[in-house]
């Protein structure tokens, strides 16, 4: 069992930028790929980006790409996800995401346990 914490949400005005953090619990964390997903207000959970166990390999959606970068420290069992020139479409509840495969999917279904969210509020 994993259980995942996520902090750094906030509050922030377009063109700004914040660190979401997920902490998990588990010896074999450095086994898992990670996902971070968001559900904007009134929307369905979407993909925002993904990283291999090793940090080999990073998927990134197309809305994401470019602004936000995924990262690991698997000697502190924590994810990240850096976001730069955030835009109000950006608004949502983070979740990360753990897949005890490794796959680095884009899909909702590949994970096998979600922290609680943190919500990140981006003004125009």
């Known amino acids: 069992q994993v259980q995942l914490v996520e902090s750094g949400g906030g509050l922030v005005q377009a063109g700004g930028s914040l660190r979401l953090s997920c902490a998990a619990s588990g010896r074999t964390f450095s086994r898992y790929a990670m996902g971070w997903f968001r559900q904007p207000p009134g929307k369905e959970r979407e993909f925002v980006a993904a990283?291999?166990?090793?940090?080999?390999?990073?998927n990134y959606a197309d809305s994401v790409q470019g602004r936000f970068t995924i990262s690991r420290d698997n000697a502190k069992n924590t994810v990240y996800l850096q976001m730069n020139s955030l835009k109000p479409e950006d608004t949502a509840v983070y979740y990360c995401a753990a897949d005890e495969l490794g796959r680095g999917s884009s899909r909702f279904n590949a994970y096998d346990y979600w922290g609680q969210g943190t919500q990140v509020t981006v003004s125009s």
């Open positions: 990283i291999m166990w090793n940090g080999s390999m990073r």
